[in-house]
T-cell receptor, first 114, second 114 residues
Framework: KQEVTQIPAALSVPEGENLVLNCSFT??????LQWFRQDPGKGLTSLLL?????REQTSGRLNASLDKSSGRSTLYIAASQPGDSATYLC?????????????FGQGTILTVHP | EAGVAQSPRYKIIEKRQSVAFWCNPI?????LYWYQQILGQGPKLLIQ????????DSQLPKDRFSAERLKGVDSTLKIQPAKLEDSAVYLC????????????FGPGTRLTVT
């Protein structure tokens, strides 16, 4: 059974800091990995999707890396802003017979203060 | 392109009452998912439809939860009778299915059972 763990559970940083969110998964036979953002009371917004054949993806100030062999992914946020405050969720897509099934971590609650 | 629509956005009921949630996926998306997200946790898959057939309902509490997808488009999720532990956000997602699995999420329905 796939298990996804995110560290830290919560993070509070001053504006302007660069930060790293960590995600680990127990079964390396994943198809792809996706990072989401969730604002309070809202649904999920996709940030980055990394295909299994890729090592990283970038969008603006966000960079996500994937190391399937070690079961790890990191989300790097450069020059953090108060508007980045949200919960960040990591999710892995299963391969094989469970093709497309998405398993989520519990999330990292990020607070960026001015 | 319109996103995934869900209603209602919020619902408060007493325990032992029944409740229903509605989801309209992105047009043309064959696969539809219902997730339950308890406060402080990542979303957990309840049921997955491919067109109007059930692909995976292994984590659906079938004694009280039911779901259907009419004509392979809209879907409803029902809880009867509700328990206090059903308080959560219920998220609907859809994907093209088959060889394109990336899931797109709706805004969710926040259920409070008192």
């Amino acid at each position: 059974k796939q298990e996804v763990t995110q560290i830290p559970a919560a993070l509070s940083v001053p504006e302007g800091e660069n930060l790293v969110l960590n995600c680990s998964f127990t079964d390396s036979a994943i198809y792809n990995l996706q990072w989401f953002r969730q604002d309070p009371g809202k649904g999920l917004t996709s940030l980055l999707l990394i295909q299994s054949s890729q090592r990283e993806q970038t969008s603006g100030r966000l960079n996500a890396s994937l190391d399937k062999s070690s079961g790890r992914s990191t989300l790097y946020i450069a020059a953090s802003q108060p508007g980045d405050s949200a919960t960040y969720l990591c999710a892995v897509y299963a391969g094989g017979t469970s093709y497309g099934k998405l398993t989520f971590g519990q999330g990292t609650i990020l607070t960026v203060h001015p | 392109e319109a996103g995934v629509a869900q209603s209602p956005r919020y619902k408060i009921i007493e325990k032992r009452q029944s409740v229903a949630f509605w989801c309209n996926p992105i047009s043309g998306h064959a696969t539809l998912y219902w997730y339950q997200q308890i406060l402080g946790q990542g979303p957990k898959l309840l049921i997955q439809f491919q067109n109007n057939g059930v692909v995976d309902d292994s984590q659906l509490p079938k004694d009280r939860f039911s779901a259907e997808r009419l004509k392979g488009v809209d879907s409803t999720l029902k809880i009867q009778p509700a328990k206090l532990e059903d308080s959560a956000v219920y998220l609907c997602a859809s994907s093209l299915g088959y060889f394109s699995y990336e899931q797109y999420f709706g805004p969710g329905t926040r259920l409070t059972v008192t």
